[in-house]
Each structure stands twice: as C-alpha cells, then as structure tokens.
C-alpha cells in the first residue's frame, strides 16, 4: 500500500520561497497522479495542480499560476512543490495524494503546515 509523507513546511515571510517534498513508499509514484492540495482553517481542501511519472506537470490554482510549480523526481520516488512570492493568503496546510486521470484520489499525506507572516 502506498504511503505519503509531506515535508518542508515550516514559517516564512512574505514574498519568500519554499519547497515541499513528498516521499512516496510502499509503491511508485509513476503509477499514480500525483496531486498537491492545500486546506485552510475556512476553505476547502483545494487542488493546486497535478504531475505524472512522465513529467507532465500542470497548475490549476489560478491563485498559484505563475508562483507554484510542481515537479517529480523518478529515482527519488519523490514529487515536489516548489513555492515562490509566498504570501499570507498561501497560509494552509498542505498535502500530497496519489490518484488516477480521472481526479479520484485513493491515498493522502499527513499534510504540513505552511505558515506565511506579514
């Protein structure tokens, strides 16, 4: 059974970057979508954006366009997200989860908190 952990978060001020990584065991993240979601204390979980093994990679956020990218490491098993020009509305717990093409998304990561002060 896969299993997803999440790290990196941590307090940042704004207009800082920060990089969140996602170890995949227990399976291969080439044989999922991977996902990256964030949840605020009043917002739903909201999807990000998604990356495959193949290193199609694509951000869905209009909120994150053109600060959060996402990426994957094969040899690594590890999936990535990378965040830049951070700012306090990007203040969320963030997860990973592996899924299928067709959004459903079978396995989540504990989440880490990202903490962004003004």
């Known amino acids: 059974q896969v299993h997803l952990v999440e790290s990196g978060g941590k307090l940042v001020q704004t207009g800082g970057s920060l990089r969140l990584s996602c170890a995949v065991s227990?399976?291969?993240?080439?044989?999922?979508?991977m996902g990256w979601f964030r949840q605020t204390a009043t917002n739903n979980r909201e999807l990000l954006g998604t990356?495959?093994?193949?290193?199609?990679?694509?951000i869905y956020a209009d909120s994150v366009k053109g600060r959060f990218t996402i990426s994957g490491d094969n040899a690594k098993n590890t999936v990535y997200l990378q965040m830049s020009n951070l700012q306090p509305a990007d203040t969320a717990v963030y997860y990973c989860?592996?899924?299928?093409?067709?959004?459903?998304?079978?396995?989540w990561g504990q989440g880490t908190q990202v903490t962004v002060s003004s």
């Open positions: 989860a592996a899924g299928n093409r067709n959004g459903l998304y079978s396995t």
């Open positions: 990356v495959t093994w193949s290193g199609e990679s694509t």
């Open positions: 227990g399976g291969t993240f080439s044989s999922y979508v």
